[in-house]
């Protein structure tokens, strides 16, 4: 995925604060919410990033990136943390908190953030936890340098920040979440919709396409006793970690996939079920759903089926009638709309 010109502008923040700070010798890097923008510009650095369509273009030119901090040794520190905080505050907040335990004593943080995308938020949550901070305003973004983070950050805030963005039990709705994932400690009004639509009878191989925390494969898992496999494809690390969580063990057999599903699929499924995203990079994208649809619609066998839901004014009904050649929609309630679509048998 390409960045967009505000991912541009974020990077040039952080390397402005990066250039302002970086000291003589080659220090270790860490960059968590890593991205080729910054990875371009910068020495060797460990990446972290659990969206897969920031990771591919970081691997495609030789970057090694981590789903997770998990796949670092526990007493590795690094003498520069580059955070590129995610836009919901608890995700962004466990994440200065996971910096600041990765730098070495005598390290430095730096984190940015868009004025108009939450940086006074951001600023005020590292003085809350280091305490005074350096600001450089650029670009129209702030950019922060929390030096020797390690040392002066407040611990106890620290390891609440931490809970707080770890996977949650959501004992209402019966799963795991986590701040950042999409619909954490909700259910999507379109995803019940869909939930509510989906006939009992569905069988053979099953794709989820944006499956997040699986709610959707969870439901067709107790609903659909003639499904013989399904398969979960989702890009964002975290929200699989909770769908292997949700989805425990079951009797139809299943598999998660760390996957950009724009690139398409690598098998045929009798059936396939999705509520597609429609933002990308903070903003409402058709383009993305609509290339989650023509991936769908080559992915379905000759005879299989597409059940997707989707916010009402979302212009997919064409695009389904040009690929498959029919389109029904099933249910509409609270501004979203199931479709269904059948593939003709060869
Ligand atoms: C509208 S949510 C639906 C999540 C889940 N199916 C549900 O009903 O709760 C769309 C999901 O698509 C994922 N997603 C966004 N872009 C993606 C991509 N390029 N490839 C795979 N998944 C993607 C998001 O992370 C999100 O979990």
Request: charged share 15%; with cysteine; hydrophobic share 45%.
């Amino acid at each position: 995925m390409s960045g967009t010109v505000s991912d541009h502008i974020l990077a040039a923040a952080l390397l402005d604060a990066w250039q302002a700070t970086v000291p003589s010798a080659s220090p270790s890097v860490l960059a968590l919410g890593a991205r080729i923008e910054l990875l371009e510009r910068l020495p060797a650095v460990t990446a972290v990033q659990p969206f897969k369509p920031f990771v591919d273009p970081m691997t495609a030119t030789g970057h090694d990136v981590l789903a997770d901090l998990a796949g670092l040794a526990p007493d590795q520190h690094f003498q520069r943390v580059m955070v590129w905080p995610s836009p919901v505050r608890a995700a962004a907040r466990a994440e200065l908190a996971a910096a600041a335990q990765r730098c070495t004593d005598g390290g430095m943080l730096i984190c940015a953030q868009h004025n108009e995308r939450g940086a006074r938020s951001l600023q005020s949550d590292v003085e809350a936890l280091f305490g005074r901070v350096e600001v450089l305003s650029k670009h129209r973004c702030r950019a922060l340098v929390v030096s020797q983070p390690h040392a002066r950050c407040n611990a106890a805030l620290a390891q609440e920040w931490l809970l707080a963005g770890a996977p949650q039990w959501c004992a209402p709705l019966s799963l795991w979440t986590q701040a950042g994932v999409f619909a954490a400690r909700r259910i999507d009004a379109g995803s019940a919709l869909l939930m509510q639509a989906l006939p009992t009878d569905l069988s053979g191989s099953l794709a989820d396409l944006g499956a997040g925390a699986g709610v959707l494969s969870a439901h067709v898992a107790k609903h659909c006793p003639a499904l013989s496999r399904m398969d979960l494809y989702e890009a964002d690390a975290r929200a699989l970690g909770l769908a292997k969580r949700n989805l425990g063990a079951l009797a139809v057999p299943y598999e998660v996939h760390w996957h950009d599903v724009t690139r398409g699929l690598p098998r045929h499924y009798d059936v396939v079920i999705s509520n597609p995203p429609f933002h990308a990079g903070g903003a409402q994208s058709h383009e993305l759903g609509q290339q989650f649809l023509r991936t769908a619609i080559s992915a379905i066998a000759p005879g299989g089926e597409l059940w997707l839901v989707a916010n009402r004014h979302l212009p997919y009904e064409s695009l389904l009638m040009q690929g498959l050649g029919n389109v029904l929609t099933v249910l509409q309630a609270d501004g979203y709309k199931v479709l269904h679509a059948r593939k003709a048998h060869v």
